[in-house]
């Protein structure tokens, strides 16, 4: 059962070293209001007196929290020696964990859950920042694919809040082809007749039509030639694609990954990635000074 699963990923992670900020109304860049908005947090390191040493550290479409974990930590890449480093569930997590409180799931809205924008993804987490933990500028915002398009978004919106940007494989905007294989992905969900339009019970997910939608994404996630040099056989590539396929079972929920992935043609609900485009276009910082 998907629950089996869903324990199965989580039941090595410590809890009590999540955080979470109660921000109250989030209110979007449309109008619309998240009620009683909840954001989940884990830090590394130690903030100190002057609250100058943080680092803003963002995860990708299908991530969490702590998925940029194996980069935090004493002499890591994000040296928690030396940097306070904040790692967010973001607007819209579409992961199982029930410590991830940003999911449309989670939030009690489901497929209600309005649209939403890289924008508005960036004003959460500014938000969580200066109200929760009191923080006005940080050393850096980083981030991987999506995660790194926050981070171009953040240095457009809040330009002077951090020293500089590192942003890693990000789009600065969603291609059309991105579209197409997001949208491919999507139907694959709906396929699975466990989907009812998104109105599942949550101890019933449709989760071989979203672990299928995993591996379509996959596919094109990755270019050719990282095959050719990661696999030796066929049936390496064979046993990769059934451990994908375990992972999007275990590790997505589907009606959040829905939400974040499709465009609004399809369903009036919110797309992240789809509307990945920067607005305006400024100067942004490329390196970290030390």
Request: hydrophobic share 40%; glycine share 6%; with cysteine.
């Amino acid at each position: 059962m998907a629950e089996d699963l869903q324990a199965a990923m989580f039941a090595s992670r410590s809890r009590d070293t999540v955080e979470v900020c109660e921000l109250g109304n989030l209110r979007l860049e449309s109008g619309d209001v998240i009620p009683n908005f909840r954001m989940s947090y884990v830090t590394f390191g130690t903030l100190n007196s002057d609250k100058s040493n943080a680092i803003l550290s963002l995860h990708g479409l299908r991530a969490h929290r702590e998925s940029q974990s194996f980069w935090a930590g004493p002499g890591k890449a994000l040296d928690a020696d030396r940097y306070y480093i904040i790692q967010p569930d973001t607007l819209g997590a579409a992961c199982y964990d029930p410590n991830a409180t940003t999911s449309p799931t989670r939030s009690g809205l489901k497929m209600k859950f309005p649209r939403f924008t890289i924008r508005d993804m960036v004003m959460a987490e500014h938000r969580m920042l200066t109200e929760c933990l009191g923080i006005n500028h940080i050393v850096a915002v980083t981030g991987v694919s999506l995660g790194g398009a926050e981070s171009l978004q953040w240095a457009v919106s809040f330009p002077e809040f951090m020293d500089a940007v590192i942003p890693i494989v990000p789009p600065a905007r969603t291609n059309l082809h991105l579209t197409y294989i997001l949208e491919a992905a999507r139907r694959a969900i709906m396929l699975d007749p466990k989907w009812q339009a998104g109105d599942y019970p949550d101890d019933d997910p449709p989760v071989d039509g979203t672990a299928l939608a995993w591996l379509i994404q996959n596919s094109f996630g990755t270019d050719p030639q990282w095959y050719e040099e990661r696999f030796a056989t066929k049936s390496e590539v064979v046993a990769a694609s059934a451990s994908d396929y375990f992972e999007g079972r275990a590790n997505i929920e589907p009606r959040d990954w829905f939400i974040a992935c499709g465009p609004p043609r399809v369903t009036t609900l919110a797309t992240r990635q789809d509307s990945a485009v920067i607005w305006p276009r400024r100067h942004v910082p490329s390196r970290l000074e030390c």
